[in-house]
């Protein structure tokens, strides 16, 4: 099934503005994220997905293809939607939503998340790790995600799910075997993700803000690839210091 990855990218973040362009390396936080995702070898078109004209030139300055969008998208799942309904991107059955603050993201995570997109009782795939430590278990930060049997997705939550009532799980071991962190990043068919797209946020995604739950509200199924190497995400200053650290030693 053809695929394409569209990467969402805003110049005014919260925590970190202008994070796209960042470049203390010599290269722009979003062209590494775009070099990653273009080596998924089952992905045929890597776009990227901005309102802002300063992020547009930058890609293209690197050779990068971009999409302008509208500026009153209120998440990347609205902005990767209003790319894929393009007639120019209609041949593509599956749209991997590769954030677009994830410079070291594996391309094989990517691949697997197609791969699973790619079943016929699938609406669309994402990524869980190992919760890393306690810190991270009690972080509102660090979206929890609990899966059945199939690893179809049952919630995400900003709390502690499951709930250890009994308090047996008190070693780092038994937390990262008990508890899985979600990754931002979504493999959708098409169809479900115009879908989505078009319906009106839930309650229970207004009260997590967390926007994965009107898929599972709405019935989608949401099957989770596990993985042990979560992408380090550039959320805050100290995480890009962090990075322009590690690539010193690449």
Do not use: W
């Amino acid at each position: 099934m053809p695929a394409m990855i569209v990467i969402p990218a805003r110049f005014n973040s919260t925590r970190l503005p202008g994070k796209p362009l960042l470049n203390r390396t010599g290269k722009y936080l979003i062209e590494y994220v775009v070099e990653q995702a273009s080596k998924a070898k089952r992905a045929d078109l890597v776009v990227v997905a901005t309102d802002d004209q300063r992020i547009a030139a930058a890609v293209q300055s690197f050779g990068g293809r971009c999409e302008l969008t509208q500026s009153t998208h209120l998440s990347g799942t609205d902005r990767i939607a209003e790319v894929a309904a393009r007639p120019a991107f209609a041949r593509y059955d599956i749209v991997v939503n590769v954030q677009g603050d994830e410079p070291e993201i594996a391309p094989e995570l990517i691949d697997e998340l197609i791969v699973a997109c790619s079943t016929p009782s699938t609406g669309m795939s994402t990524a869980a790790a190992p919760v890393a430590s306690r810190q991270e278990l009690l972080s509102p930060n660090v979206v929890k995600v609990v899966c059945d049997q199939q690893s179809s997705a049952l919630y995400f939550s900003r709390s502690v799910i499951p709930f250890d009532r009994e308090g047996n799980i008190t070693s780092q071991t038994d937390v990262r075997r008990c508890y899985q962190k979600h990754l931002g990043i979504y493999a959708y068919r098409r169809d479900v993700l115009l879908q989505l797209a078009a319906a009106p946020p839930c309650q229970l995604e207004c009260a997590e803000k967390l926007e994965q739950l009107r898929a599972l509200y709405l019935g989608y199924k949401i099957l989770v690839v596990r993985t042990n190497n979560a992408p380090h995400g550039i959320d805050t200053p100290a995480d890009y210091e962090a990075f322009v650290a590690r690539r010193a030693f690449v």
